[in-house]
């Protein structure tokens, strides 16, 4: 394409198409190659433990695959040949192996850049780092729970304190020096050394400089976006303003990425030169507060004219629309948006609340309601009730009585 203006409309089309949006569903139960392909369109899964609903990693997989074993994602991340691992990336993310050595340069400033209590620790008490990275190198892979029992710890800490043990990981993990093997049932982080998680090809891949690296990230974000500003691009993998600029001009020289404009938007964008412009937008999918495609606020609300604050840690009687919102993607429009929970003892997916978008379609009630069925299907629920208000709610109630 060699479009130098684009409109909102188009903006929107290219960017559902960059996300795999527009890819068709498989036809069969979902496999690991839909799997590969959903990874080479976003780059990333981002990591939360908010479980109200669904871990959120395994949301995006199920808003571009529909129902999918949920399995597939614990194997790819969890056991050889891993397909995923994970590390600080857009926070706490699942990243193509592959993309692994492109970190380094974030790996290698553990020592300025890790978070206050690891880098800390790192400097009051370095035995302790060591003691904990033999003890992994020797024992993994392990949970910070299985050294602390090795190890004297303050009992005072509890809740949100770390022990040092658990501080020594989180320092050895920003570094490199250990990585994720898998998460355990309660979720928690089981350590390993990277030579016997990552593939050995990872492993021997050469250090990319720190210019090679970033200029291989924003591409994987280019290509995620599809089109995309420089504040797009930085956010997915959290690179630095210059950083990022210095790799979107090599991009740009390359060919890789087109400088255009977009109506309505003050800054520069950039369109990836892969990036395809569909005719229309024929989906169905509720969004993770946690997806890629809404991450980036700013660009929700301009390319969806879709503000959206996640609101789990607003006081419950401050909250407007609700604890864990999903946003509902109907054909190329975000039309609405959902507060769910999963009520697993009952046996019910649990509609907290529900809004509509200003505009939202006629059918949005019918084609939400439809939706909310396969995805308590896909959780292994029975039933979807309201138990909430929302302007949408009683339309969404007339809609689920009759599915």
């Known amino acids: 394409m060699t479009t130098e203006v684009l409109s909102t409309a188009q903006a929107r089309r290219i960017a559902l198409a960059a996300q795999g949006f527009t890819d068709p569903r498989p036809k069969g139960v ?4 839909a799997l590969t392909r959903v990874l080479g369109r976003i780059g990333l899964i981002q990591i939360d433990s908010v479980n109200v609903l669904s871990r959120a990693q395994y949301l995006p997989l199920y808003s571009r695959l529909g129902p999918y074993p949920r399995d597939l994602l614990d194997r790819a991340a969890g056991k050889s040949p891993r397909k995923l691992v994970e590390y600080w990336a857009h926070e706490a993310s699942l990243i193509p192996v592959e993309t692994h050595p492109l970190m380094r340069w974030r790996m290698a400033r553990a020592a300025t850049e890790a978070w206050g209590g690891p880098r800390s620790i790192a400097v009051q008490r ?16 392990l949970t910070a729970r299985e050294i602390d029992d090795d190890v004297e710890r303050d009992r005072n800490n509890w809740g ?13 993990f920003f570094a490199g020096e250990i990585t994720v093997a898998r998460r355990n049932q309660q979720f928690e982080r089981m350590y390993d050394v990277p030579e016997r998680v990552l593939p050995a090809s990872v492993v021997a891949t050469p250090t990319p400089t720190s210019e090679e690296a970033h200029r291989g990230l924003v591409s994987i974000a280019a290509r995620a976006h599809g089109v995309a500003t420089a504040q797009c691009l930085k956010d997915y993998f959290r690179t630095g303003p210059a950083p990022t600029a210095q790799a979107i001009a090599e991009l740009v020289e390359e060919g890789e990425l087109l ?8 800054r520069q964008a950039y369109l990836h030169r892969d990036a395809k412009l569909p005719r229309r937008v024929n989906t169905r999918a509720l969004v993770s507060p946690f997806d890629s495609l809404v991450f980036e606020r700013t660009r929700a609300e301009v390319l969806f ?13 401050k909250r407007i629309h609700g604890y864990y919102v999903l946003p509902f993607l109907l054909g190329n429009t975000l039309v609405a948006r959902v507060d769910l929970k999963a009520d697993r003892t009952a046996g019910v997916l649990l509609v907290q609340s529900a809004h509509a978008e200003p505009g939202a379609p006629a059918e949005t009630p019918e084609e939400l309601a439809a939706e909310l069925v396969q995805l308590a299907g896909w959780l292994g629920l029975d039933q979807v009730r309201m138990a909430g208000g929302g302007d949408l709610s009683p339309a969404l109630s007339v809609a689920l009585r009759g599915n």
């Open 305 to 317: 004219d879709f503000r959206y604050r996640i609101e789990i840690y607003v006081p419950a009687e």
């Open 160 to 172: 949100w304190n770390w022990s040092d043990v658990k501080r020594a990981l989180e320092f050895l």
């Open 259 to 266: 400088p255009v404009m977009i109506q309505g938007w003050k």
């Open 30 to 33: 979902p496999d690991l190659r």
């Open 126 to 141: 370095p035995d302790l780092v060591k003691q904990v990275l033999a003890d992994v190198r020797d024992h993994g892979p």
